[in-house]
């Protein structure tokens, strides 16, 4: 019968013109709306991970209630299908795209109701789940390019290659605060700074919709990345002012792009669920941010709330209380025991019906999905032309390759021992190579979320990509490689026996006996060593780790390095990694050291380059670097733009290298800075002030140069962090020469909630003097009155007491009888010690 579905589904959302975006082009979906029972609108809220594209597969899990994968739409008829983990049913292209496209048609044939499905992908840094695909720079190197344009532009590719493959969704940007390195999704962050993460991240929210066909996803709404223990899923503790301050900031940026979508927090904040949180999906997201689009839930996270949390009592109590709290589409995985599609359906009908979530909040829900599918022209087109992936699939390979150079960080360089002369003999070598000889180097180079959830297998299939080992070869006199071993399966290993095996690396490492012997005899030989460090690609909880010392076979490599090489033979350190590894005890071995990240497809040329000096580095560190980063305690987390002091105790606590560290072949000198007007009398009127300076290239070749402008002392009603950036730039000059750099300071960068600890009031940029520094220079900004830039008024809930996110006469005829009974009433109680009864207290 099923096809009939289709055309009527398609025909009452009005097809055609309208359909395309034309101004009624939600026309008809009321009539849908009506014509859905309660099961078939609470299918539309699920979502559920595929395996395969077969719909007669019967590998489903037995919890989840249906016998074939077909079933999911003809019995269930669920809105919505991922391939979780950068893991589709297959790496190949056109399988994919043929794969989807039959499902897509199966499901229109054999669903009642006719409505499309939507498929969503992690395609997270590229449409990383193809071989052959771009993989961009990871997260954390797109930070240290300081270019949101360059990021942008090299996203759309992104975009239109994951629409080609027949996605229409992908669960990116990840807008997370990147601040604690112990965390296994550092590498997903773009940097601990809140305007440069809210800066790229909506760039990137925008081009990942570039493709009329694909939405974005602002993720993991809030506050996810700073685990009070480092550990994945672990509840953060923090403060209103923190979260106002720093955390929110970078997804309220992104949402400035409206993505289609937004996906929750899988942790807690301040001892609640984000899953569960009316305050932070409805309050905060929906009505202060006014997200008007859809909120996934994160993978079998209504389940976490029993799971990890153990917060709920059973599974109709979490479904209760997300559903109503904002969640309107559940992603369930295919693994295990977790209740499935048709324990979800049931479980939220049944509370429908009596009473426990209203139905028009289903129709809410549902209301969003279609529009959404509306939007990406699902009704109109629900299956994608086979023929476009071939054409874009691996492109955009300048705008990666660009990025790729820009990311790298010169951290250390000793007496200018880079740029190499290309003349020179070099032993290149660190891990690379697994006990079956699969080159294993590839894997560090593109990290996690890269054809598969913890990145690639060693045996391949790999992204397109560029090896060091390659482009070094062609660029200097004669090279020895003795790549060290490297085994990526940790992570999996002892998952028979249920137990998930981590190591602090992130990988198994070694010198093999073999290996050592080859290197000792290779150094005394080599004009040049350059020496791979670092750590195995990872992902989620399996990457958590609470020591980020480099592995001890690298370190050992490095000290019979030392030992087999004259004092004139320079020694390189590349660093492939996700966070930061390793310490001055080591690095103090290395004449220089060069952080390259997970630079994706184009690191092997981008790399090569900067040793030679065919490319002047020019990244900075968007992270602190910790110093001691054996000893968690106390050292992590430690970015810049922390509250003083600086350095107590016996440790020195302060970073290693500091966000903003990055060196050059060449030298940059600044003069005459200014800022206009120096004066502002209400940074609500003026959001921005320009902040000048003179930056001359004053060594002997060209180079690229970001300049940075901090607030860097002020004074106010509460602390202020030791520096925050207000702006950036990047330039490009040749040796010799100058130019005037206008930064736009963004005063919302300023801005303080300000008053005692319940940080409620709205936040603010106060009056004050603002000294501005950029380098060694500083200036100072005068904000006359204190003024709101993004008006951030204050939070009701205090006085909202029948949390319905807006304060109505009813909340103070409330708080007002409140009063009255606890403090003129308080029959019974002690002078002085009346309970007060108020529920936030
Ligand atoms: C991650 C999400 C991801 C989802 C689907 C979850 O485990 O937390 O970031 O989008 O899986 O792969």
Redesign the pocket.
Known sequence: MKATGAATATAAIGAGEAAAGGDDSYAGIDSLLRSLSLEQKVGQMTQVAIGTFDPESASIPDSFGVDTLGEYFSKLGVGSI?S??AAPPSFDAQTVVEGINDLQTYNLDHADHGIPFLYGV?ATHGNVLLEGATSLPQRLNMGSTRDPELVEHAERHTSAATASMGAHWT?APTTDLQRDPRWGRFFEGISEDPKLEGDVSRARARALEADDRMTACV??FGAYSIPNNGNDRAPASTSMRDLRTNLFPPYQEALKAEPGTV?VN?GAVNGKPAHASHWLLTEILRERYGFEGMIVS??DDLNRLLTNHDYAPDFRTATKESINAGVDMYMIGNGGSAPGPVKFIDTVVSLVEDGEIPEERIDEAVRRILELKVDLGLFEAPTVDESRIGGVLGGAQDASEKLAKESMVLLENDDGTLPLSGDEDVLLTGPGVDGNGNNTRPLMQHGGWSLGWQGPSAGGPFPRQTLLVDELASRVGDLTHVPTYYDNSTWWAGQGDGQNQQSDENGDFDLTDQQEADVRSAAPDADAVVVVLGEGCHN?GFGDRDELVLDESQQRLVDIIDEKTDDDTPVVGVMLAGSPRGSAATFEKLDALLFAGEPGSDGGVAIAETLVGEYNPSGKLAFSWPRNPGTPVGTTPVQYNRYPPTSTGATDNSPLYEFGHGLSYTDFEYSNLSVTPSAVKDPGKAETVTVSVDVTNTGDRHGEHIVEAFNTQSYGSVLQPLRRLVGYERVSLDAGESTTVEIEADLAALEVVPGDIPALDAKLVEAGDYELSVGGLSTTLTIKGAGSVTSDGPLVSLYDRNDDGRITGSDFKDLLGKLWTDDDHGKGKKKGHGKRRGRRD
């Open positions: 991922l979780g983990g992690d669960f993720k993991h996906m899988s994160d993978w989620e």
